[in-house]
């Protein structure tokens, strides 16, 4: 079976020196483990590594996967697209959904959200590209859309995640989660404030350091290959 335990000592290596470069405190940049079609056995070794914060796509396996590891307090987070039917669930077990980019998805997890669990955090995901294929909203929607959700009590509103086009080329992949940072200071403008930019995957997590990413989201980097 593939090491997570030496992928992670690798990778965490990785990002701590990406960002010492970048000028920023290792701390600063939580690792996302993105589990997502990962077997359980993985999941189990990565939290004896010691990691605690988890990624699923895809709602049904994620319940699986919480279910199994209810003694262990892990973090997990929603990153795949999320449809109106599955957002009771979602409220109920996860703690974080990085991919809202609809008032209608977090009203609806607003709603869902049980009060006693706290306030489920979540991040706007933003369509940086303009790339037909992919989810999130247009920058220009960026204001109203974060307004409005930072109103919703049983959300925390937390900040921006994107999933841009892939590019080989260090300052190339550095171009959008520039306009990330940027889009985030704007809404700072506006009296928004938030912490969170999850941005970078295993491909380009330096770049997104480099921009400031407080939350790279790693799969294959981290577990080998998906099956
Ligand atoms: C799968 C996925 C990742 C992880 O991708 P890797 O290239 O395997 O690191 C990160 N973010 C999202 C939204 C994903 O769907």
Known sequence: MIGVTENLAKI???LAFAAVQAGRKPEDVLLLAVSKKQ???KIL??????LRNFGENFVQEGLEKIDQTRSLDL????IGHLQNNKTRVVAENFDWVHTIDK?????????QRPVELGPLNIC??????GEASKSGIAPAQLPELAAACAELPNLALRGLMCLPATHS???AQREPFAKINELAQSLRSRGIETDTLS?????????????GATIVRIGTALFGERT
């Open 169 to 171: 080329d260090f300052d």
């Open 103 to 111: 008032l209608k998805t977090a009203q609806r997890l607003n709603n």
């Open 12 to 14: 965490s290596d990785l």
């Open 124 to 129: 706007l995901q933003i369509n940086i590209d």
């Open 75 to 78: 973090v997990w987070h929603f």
């Open 199 to 211: 941005m970078g995957m295993s491909g380009d997590y330096r770049a997104a350091i480099f921009e």
């Open 39 to 41: 077997p359980l056995s």
């Open 45 to 50: 070794a990565a939290h004896q590594a010691g």
